[in-house]
């Protein structure tokens, strides 16, 4: 069973930082698309951010361009990183690290494989 896990949520205040970490099994960081999805309460899940196998592209929603960088995490054994700044109240949700073969699927919030998710707060 391929595992996933997300670490480094919290609390912060509007405007401040947090760092999501995720862990995975190697043969999927080599093999698939990875990304961050988020699903807020009443909301429907939506993409944040995907990153290809090949590290060479990346996807951001609207929501977070210019906020939110995705990344291959080299301090974190085979896994992803996003790095959230100038947080927003509208950026509360629960964070789940996702991965998939094809970037569409991400895109549209859809998964083979996801984590069990870490809840990020923003206070304003």
């Known amino acids: 069973q391929v595992k996933l896990v997300e670490s480094g949520g919290g609390s912060a205040q509007a405007g401040g930082s947090l760092r999501l970490s995720c862990a995975a099994d190697?043969?999927?960081?080599?093999?698939?698309?990875m990304g961050w999805l988020r699903q807020a309460p009443g909301k429907e899940r939506e993409f944040v951010a995907i990153i290809s196998v090949t590290s060479q592209n990346t996807w951001y929603a609207d929501s977070v361009k210019g906020r939110f960088t995705i990344a291959r995490d080299n301090n974190v054994k085979n896994g992803v990183y996003l790095e959230m700044n100038d947080l927003k109240s509208e950026d509360t949700a629960v964070y789940y690290c996702?991965?998939?073969?094809?970037?569409?699927?991400?895109?549209?919030?859809?998964?083979?494989?996801r984590g069990q998710g870490t809840q990020v707060t923003v206070s304003s």
């Open positions: 996702a991965a998939d073969y094809r970037e569409d699927r991400l895109i549209r919030g859809q998964y083979t494989y």
């Open positions: 190697i043969w999927i960081v080599n093999s698939g698309d």
